[in-house]
Each structure stands twice: as structure tokens, then as C-alpha cells.
């Protein structure tokens, strides 16, 4: 099993884009259809899974509603770009799907690590089942969902200083979060781990060298 937020930045690589909206709404609908027993067919998104992923974030509906949108967009036009829509839905669809079914095809691959229609043929109740006796809150114990609140915080970026042998020091930003080099100045999110960039607070520190 998968987070959702592993599934896009393995569909869409490095991005400048917030992928959270997107990624919780997948580990949403995938605890909707899998511990909360909502059949596939009966899931409304509008209900269901913008409202909480915007109280997750602290963002208004709309907002996540428009992000997911465009996130879903660019979901697919990566896989049909790469060839990889019968990857991950199991066949080829020509037409792009609506937000709602790309967050059930994600859903479901994340948490099976089958494509969409695979699945479905094996377990064909995905579609169709009874709802769980305990009913539907917007409080949800959501898997990964605390790891993607932190990564909200705004994080100061590390300015690492690194001793060139040659031609003295050379500074340059690094996550605070994952270590690893942000590539672009000013980006909002970090590409490798998505957590979000604070530029106005620099912390700069030299990189351990042995021996000093």
C-alpha cells in the first residue's frame, strides 16, 4: 500500500505545484471505499472528501475543489503522455476522467497496487457493498494525514555552507525537512519530500567536515 502522495509524484515527478489537496483526497477516498465500506458508486465527492481535505488544510472548499481539479488534469495528461493509463486504470481510456474517477482509479491502486478495472474484476464488491454500521464523520483516523498537516507548517529553508577547496565556501539552500538541494530559489514546496518552504526565515549552517 501507498500513500496518495506517493502515487502523484510517481505520476507527475518533481512539480512546483501543491500536491497535497490531491493526495489526501486519494488516501480519503481510499479509506471511504476500503475501511469505511462506501461503495465506489456511492461516494460524493463534493461531500465526502473535498470538505474534510479542506479542513485539513485550512483551506476553503472551492480552493481544494479547483486544486484537485487541475492536479487530476495534470494526473492524466502525465500517464497519457508516458503511456501509462493502463497502468494504473487497468485499460486504455481515451477520454480524460473527471476528477471523481481519477480519485477512485488512485484510490484503489494505492491501496491494492492493481490497476483500477483489474481490481474491480477480481473484486467486483469494490462497486457495490454494504456501508460499515459505524457511520461516515469528518473525523476519519485518515492514514498519513498527520505526516501531511507538518509538512503545511512552513518550514525555515537551511542555508548550507560548504568549503570548496578551491575557490573558498559556497552557500546554498537545502530542505529542512529531507536535507536534500532545493533546486529552484523561491519555490513554495520542496520537490522530493512536498514540504512547504519558509525563505523569509534562513537558517545558515556549515556542512560537518571530518577532522573539524
Not at 500500500?1 to 512539480?15: C, D, F, H
Not at 463534493?46 to 472551492?62: D, G, I, N, S, W
Not at 460499515?132 to 464523520?137: D, G, N, Y
Not at 476519519?140 to 529553508?157: G, L, W
Request: positive net charge.
Amino acid at each position: 500500500m501507498a500513500s496518495g502522495e506517493v502515487i502523484v509524484r510517481r505520476i507527475l515527478g518533481p512539480v512546483r505545484s501543491d500536491i497535497r489537496p490531491l493526495a489526501l483526497a486519494i488516501d480519503i477516498t481510499g479509506s471511504l471505499i476500503f475501511e469505511q465500506h462506501i461503495a465506489a458508486e456511492d461516494i460524493r465527492v463534493t461531500k465526502l472528501v473535498y470538505p474534510p481535505v479542506a479542513k485539513l488544510l485550512r483551506l476553503r472548499t472551492a480552493a481544494v475543489t479547483k486544486s484537485i481539479e487541475r492536479l487530476t488534469r495534470l494526473c492524466w495528461d502525465a500517464m497519457a503522455e508516458q503511456d501509462l493509463t493502463a497502468f494504473y486504470i487497468g485499460q486504455s481510456v481515451k477520454q480524460a476522467p473527471t476528477p471523481r474517477e481519477m480519485l477512485h482509479y488512485l484510490a484503489v491502486y494505492s491501496r491494492l497496487d492493481l490497476p483500477y478495472y483489474t481490481a474491480i474484476d477480481r473484486y467486483p464488491s469494490l462497486l457495490f457493498q454494504e456501508p460499515a454500521k459505524t457511520p461516515v464523520t469528518p473525523d476519519f483516523p485518515y492514514q498519513f494525514i498527520d505526516e501531511a498537516i507538518r509538512k503545511s507548517i512552513p518550514a525555515p529553508v537551511s542555508m548550507v555552507m560548504e568549503r570548496q577547496y578551491a575557490s573558498g565556501c559556497m552557500v546554498f539552500p537545502v530542505c529542512p525537512a529531507c536535507g536534500v538541494a532545493v533546486e529552484r530559489d523561491r519555490q513554495n514546496y520542496c520537490d522530493r519530500c512536498g514540504q512547504r518552504l519558509d525563505w523569509g526565515q534562513r537558517e545558515t549552517r556549515p556542512l560537518a567536515f571530518p577532522g573539524h
